[in-house]
């Protein structure tokens, strides 16, 4: 899983509930990306940031929300409009165009 | 719009074995396409890329995939398959010119491939 770490490894929420997925890499790299995996439904793609200080809305943006203060972090929350949340999400980052390398996931479930 | 399909969702071979996984693509204008393996709640990692050049790449553990530009195909393959190499298999596109897309790359919906002995 290269130099990203993803915390926690397992998160539960209850409804109602904002939670924060944790997102740290020591590549070096300028981009990140944040992904939800679902059961036969591959990669979607929530959120990006290109650089620091700026991101853009992936496919499925809605319910969810980023910050990218530092180069090395981009955590991602999961609100409340997020109506099914239970998913796993994985981070990722890459240099410019090149390949992305990802983090081991944090599996989400709502109670 | 850019896309991928990975027209199977399975796929049985036999330890030792040849193996094959299908990816077709669509994008404007040159492809740079991707294969990623994902073991059980672990994340994707990196198997092989191709950008330009020659239509076989190499990459991790053995395995190769063929460009086809005329198909517009990308598939993995393995000559002898094992028992270990059983995982979710991905593959991936984005157009290789940046502008206006930047670097978002689109998935496929994944291939398990199950190597029996």
């Known amino acids: 899983d290269g130099g990203i770490t993803q915390s926690p490894k397992y998160l539960f929420r209850k409804e109602g509930q904002n939670v924060t997925l944790s997102c740290e890499q020591n590549?070096?790299?300028?981009?990140m990306y944040w992904y939800r995996q679902d059961p036969g439904q591959g990669l979607r793609l929530i959120y990006y940031?290109?650089?620091?200080?700026?991101?853009q809305k992936g496919d499925i943006a809605e319910g969810y929300s980023v910050s990218r203060e530092k180069k090395e972090s981009f955590p991602l929350t999961v609100t409340s409009a997020q109506k099914n949340p239970t998913a796993f999400y994985l981070c990722?980052?890459?240099?410019?165009?090149?390949?992305?390398?990802f983090g081991p996931g944090t599996r989400l479930t709502v109670l | 719009a850019q896309s991928v399909a990975q027209p199977e969702d399975q796929v049985n071979v036999a330890e030792g074995n040849p193996l094959t996984v299908k990816c077709t693509y669509s994008v404007s204008g040159n492809p740079y396409l991707f294969w990623y393996v994902q073991y059980p709640n672990r994340g994707l990692q990196f198997l092989l890329k191709?950008?330009?050049?020659?239509?076989l790449v190499k990459g991790s553990y053995g395995f190769e995939a063929e460009f086809n530009k005329s198909q517009t195909s990308f598939h993995l393959k393995k000559p002898s398959a094992l028992v270990s190499d059983s995982a979710l298999y991905f593959c991936?596109?984005?157009?290789?010119?940046?502008?206006?897309?930047?670097?978002?790359?689109?998935f496929g919906t994944g291939t398990q491939l199950k190597v029996e002995l």
């Open positions: 990722a980052s890459s240099q410019a165009g090149d390949e992305q390398f």
């Open positions: 940031s290109q650089i620091v200080n700026d991101f």
């Open positions: 590549l070096n790299h300028d981009a």
């Open positions: 991936a596109v984005r157009a290789l010119d940046l502008t206006g897309g930047g670097n978002k790359l689109t």
């Open positions: 191709y950008i330009t050049g020659d239509n």
